[in-house]
C-alpha cells in the first residue's frame, strides 16, 4: 500500500481560492481538483440522500433547536431532581457588597496575588485584611452552584447516551464499521449518497456540537476552556469535510468513538454532584477505560489509520483529505493532553481519595460560611 505524504503545496492549494475554501463542498473546487460532483440533477437512490447546503442551514436551525431543548430540560427536569437531592443554587455565605475598586480588581483575576490584594487595599482606603474578606465573599458569590453545574451535566448524559445509542444502532450492520478499509471502496463515485439514518447522526451530531460551542460561554468555566473550544472547532471541521467530501463513514466511527466515554465521564460528574462516591468512582473508572480504550488506542490505531493510510490510496493529495487527517490529529493531540487530567485523579483515587470534583474547574470552592467568620475575627 503506498501512503501519499501531503506536502506544503498541497495544503496550500487550499488557500489559492478562499471562496472554495470556505465551501469545500463547492461544484467548482471539485472540478478544479479533478472530483466528480454526481448530485447536479440528479436524484438519490430511495432511502439516501446526497450532500448539500441545506445540511448546513438544517444543522445550525436545529442547533438552535437543542439549545431550547438544554434550557427546558435542565429547568423542568434537572432542576426538580437536584432539588429533590438537596442541591441549591446559593452556596451561603455573607455577600461581598458593593465595592467599585475592588469589583474591578476580581474582574481583571478571580485569584488576586497578594501583592494585587496590597494595591487594592491602598487604592481602596482598607485595611488588608478586609480586603482578603471581601475576596473570598466575593468568590463564592461568583462560584457556580453545584446545581448548575448538575444541570449542564445531566443535559449532556442524556443528549451523549441518546446520540451514541443511535449512532451504535445505525453502524453496528454496517460493514465498513467492522473493516475500515471498506471505507474506500469506491470513493468517492460511490461514496456521495449517503443513507437517511447516517445522515440525521451526522445532523444529531453536528447541530449538538455547534450549540456546545456558543453555550460553552455561558456554562461553568474550566482551565481547558480554550482547548475545548478548539476541539469544539476541529470536530466541527471534521463532520463538515467528511461529510461533504465523501469520506462520513470514516468520520461516523470517530464520532460514535468519542460518544461511549463521554457517556460515562458525565454520569461520573452528576454522581459527584450528588455526593454519591460510589458510583462517581464507578463511573470514572469504567470512563477511564472507555477513553483510553477508544481515544488513545482504537482512534489513533485503527480510525486515524484508516483515514491517513488506508485513505490516502484512495484520494491521493486532495487537499480536504490533507485538512481531515490534520483535524484529526489535532484531536489526537487534545485527547493526550486530556488524558493527564485523568492520570491526576487516578492517581489521587490510589492515595485513597474519592474522585470529588471535575479536576478541570477553574476554581476550588471558597471556605464555608463559618471558616470565614473565624477568619474575620
Known amino acids: 500500500m ?3 505524504i501531503p506536502t506544503w503545496e498541497t495544503y496550500s492549494r487550499v488557500f489559492e481560492n478562499p471562496f472554495d475554501t470556505l465551501w469545500w463542498f463547492g461544484e467548482s473546487y471539485h472540478k478544479k481538483y479533478g472530483q466528480k460532483w454526481p448530485m447536479e440533477g440528479q436524484t438519490p437512490p ?3 440522500v446526497y450532500p448539500s447546503i441545506d445540511g448546513i442551514k438544517i444543522a445550525c436551525l436545529l442547533a438552535v433547536v437543542l439549545t431550547i431543548a438544554r434550557f427546558t430540560f435542565e429547568r423542568l427536569i434537572a ?3 437536584g432539588r429533590w437531592f438537596g442541591l441549591k443554587h446559593k452556596l451561603g455565605g455573607t455577600p461581598a457588597g458593593p465595592n467599585a475598586k475592588l469589583e474591578a480588581m476580581i474582574m481583571k ?3 488576586p496575588s497578594p501583592e494585587q490584594i496590597a494595591a487594592a487595599a491602598k487604592d ?7 480586603v482578603e474578606v471581601w475576596v473570598r465573599r466575593k468568590q463564592r458569590e461568583l462560584m457556580p452552584s453545584k446545581l448548575n453545574k448538575f444541570r449542564e451535566a445531566l443535559w449532556r448524559l442524556f443528549f451523549y447516551t441518546t446520540v451514541f445509542t443511535y449512532g451504535i444502532s445505525v453502524l453496528w450492520n454496517e460493514d465498513f464499521f467492522w473493516k475500515t478499509m471498506l471505507c474506500w471502496v469506491g470513493f468517492p463515485d460511490l461514496t456521495w449518497a449517503v443513507k437517511k439514518s447516517l445522515y440525521y447522526y451526522y445532523l444529531l451530531e453536528g447541530s449538538f456540537y455547534l450549540s456546545l460551542m456558543v453555550s460553552q460561554f455561558m456554562d461553568t468555566k474550566r482551565k481547558d476552556f480554550w482547548e475545548m473550544f478548539i476541539h469544539h472547532i476541529a470536530t466541527l471541521a471534521l463532520i463538515g469535510g467528511s461529510w461533504f467530501g ?3 463513514k470514516v468520520g461516523a466511527i470517530v464520532m460514535v468513538t468519542h460518544d461511549i466515554s463521554d457517556v460515562f465521564l458525565e454520569a461520573a460528574k452528576t454522581s459527584i454532584y450528588l455526593k454519591k462516591n460510589f458510583w462517581s468512582n464507578i463511573f470514572f473508572g469504567l470512563f477511564t477505560i472507555s477513553f483510553f480504550g477508544s481515544r488513545l488506542v482504537y482512534l489513533p490505531f ?3 489509520f484508516c483515514a491517513l ?3 490516502s490510496a484512495a484520494v491521493h493529495n486532495w487537499p480536504v483529505h490533507t485538512l481531515y487527517c490534520s483535524f484529526l490529529i489535532v484531536l489526537q493531540i487534545l485527547h493526550i493532553y486530556w488524558f493527564t487530567f485523568i492520570i491526576k485523579l487516578l492517581i489521587k483515587i490510589a492515595a485513597g481519595s474519592d474522585v470529588e470534583k471535575d479536576d478541570r474547574s477553574e476554581d476550588d470552592t471558597p471556605p464555608s460560611s463559618s471558616a470565614e467568620e473565624k477568619k474575620e475575627n
Open 2 to 4: 503506498v501512503v501519499h
Open 46 to 48: 430511495e432511502g439516501y
Open 79 to 81: 432542576e426538580p431532581i
Open 109 to 111: 483575576t478571580r485569584k
Open 124 to 130: 481602596a482606603d482598607m485595611e488588608i485584611r478586609e
Open 246 to 248: 465523501g469520506c462520513y
Open 302 to 304: 485503527k480510525v486515524v
Open 309 to 311: 493510510v488506508e485513505g
